[in-house]
Each structure stands twice: as C-alpha cells, then as structure tokens.
C-alpha cells in the first residue's frame, strides 16, 4: 500500500497535501500549480509552504489563476531552469495549520485507520482508503480477515463519527456487506 503524500507512516500525518506542482510556465519562473484543497484562497503571496518530500520550506511571491488551477512564482525561483527543478512536486502544509471544518465534515486523513462497527455491534474493520466519486465519498473498510466491503458516506449508511475514540458506526443498507 501507498502512503498519501503527507504521510510518514500510517499514523496521523504531519503534513498535508494542498496542492500538485505540474511544469514551468514562461521564462519567469512560474509553475502551473493543480489546487487540492478545498480553501485555495490561502494559497496567496507571502504564503509559506513546504514542497517535496523533503519538505522544502518556500515562500510564495505571487499567484495568478491560470486554467484549472494556478500559476506560483516562489521566492528565489526567477527563471525557467530554476522553476523546472519544482516539476511534479507536491506542496504541503503542516497539517495543524488545516482550517477547521463544520460540526459533521471530517479530513480524509482523520478517518483513515478508524474501526467501523455497524448499528448491531459487528465489527466491520478500518477504514483502509477513501473512494471519491461525483455523488458521495466511499470508505474501503478492511477486516481482520483482509476482506473488504465499500460504505457509501452517506447519511443512511454513516450513523456517527467519533474521532476521539476513533470509532464510525453504520448502518449497512441491504447488499452492502457480504451475505
């Protein structure tokens, strides 16, 4: 299995992923960047970040949009050679400085690796990976027996979240769990 890009092992995560360096764009320096948050608009000048998996420390001189995402010049980085150096990099934030989020809504990273047990008390498995699809996310859920079932976060399925205790409690639908 993969580690998300944040991660150092499966534990919570130090750092997440907020964004994707694609190439250089121009002469100048700049890098068409893909966003991967949901609050791009932090994503601004004197913004610092962390880039690579050696977590470059840099400093965003200006952002421009650009497409479907955003053009970055960072600080130190005036010409294309330097730029080219960024090509498909990720960029990071330490993950406490994620915004916090409504009453009910929840960070992928926050649910990966919680125990799931339905309504009756059946242990399920943990949350193993999240699917996100158009209509709703769908939680991979892996038993002790390395068998997998799909939940769909959906209100009738997902009953409660405690991030405390690290405990989902659902309500599988008929033909969601192996007969």
């Given at each position: 299995?993969?580690?998300?890009?944040?991660s150092?092992?499966?534990?919570?995560?130090?750092?997440?992923?907020?964004?994707?360096?694609?190439?250089?764009?121009?002469?100048k320096?700049?890098?068409?960047?893909?966003?991967?948050?949901d609050?791009?608009?932090?994503?601004?000048?004197?913004?610092?970040?962390?880039?690579?998996?050696?977590?470059?420390?840099?400093?965003?001189?200006?952002?421009?949009?650009?497409?479907?995402?955003?053009?970055?010049?960072?600080d130190?980085?005036?010409?294309?050679?330097?730029?080219?150096?960024?090509?498909?990099?990720?960029?990071?934030?330490?993950?406490?400085?994620?915004?916090?989020?409504?009453?009910?809504?929840y960070?992928?990273?926050?649910?990966?690796?919680?125990?799931?047990?339905?309504?009756?008390?059946?242990?399920?498995?943990?949350?193993?990976?999240?699917?996100?699809?158009g209509?709703?996310?769908?939680?991979?859920?892996r038993?002790?027996?390395?068998?997998?079932?799909?939940?769909?976060?959906?209100?009738?399925?997902?009953?409660?979240?405690?991030?405390?205790?690290?405990?989902?409690?659902?309500?599988?639908?008929?033909?969601?769990?192996?007969?």
């Amino acid at each position: 299995m993969s580690l998300e890009p944040g991660s150092q092992s499966m534990s919570e995560p130090d750092f997440v992923a907020i964004g994707r360096i694609r190439r250089p764009h121009g002469l100048k320096g700049e890098v068409i960047t893909e966003v991967l948050t949901d609050f791009p608009e932090r994503i601004k000048p004197e913004f610092e970040v962390y880039v690579g998996l050696e977590r470059l420390k840099l400093r965003i001189h200006s952002v421009r949009a650009h497409s479907r995402g955003l053009l970055l010049l960072f600080d130190g980085y005036r010409d294309r050679e330097q730029a080219s150096e960024l090509r498909n990099q990720w960029i990071f934030l330490p993950v406490e400085d994620s915004p916090p989020l409504p009453d009910g809504e929840y960070y992928h990273h926050q649910l990966i690796g919680i125990n799931v047990v339905t309504d009756d008390n059946r242990e399920l498995g943990k949350i193993l990976d999240i699917i996100v699809t158009g209509a709703n996310d769908v939680y991979v859920v892996r038993a002790a027996d390395g068998s997998e079932v799909l939940l769909p976060a959906i209100n009738d399925v997902i009953l409660d979240i405690d991030l405390t205790h690290k405990l989902m409690r659902v309500h599988p639908l008929p033909g969601l769990l192996p007969e």
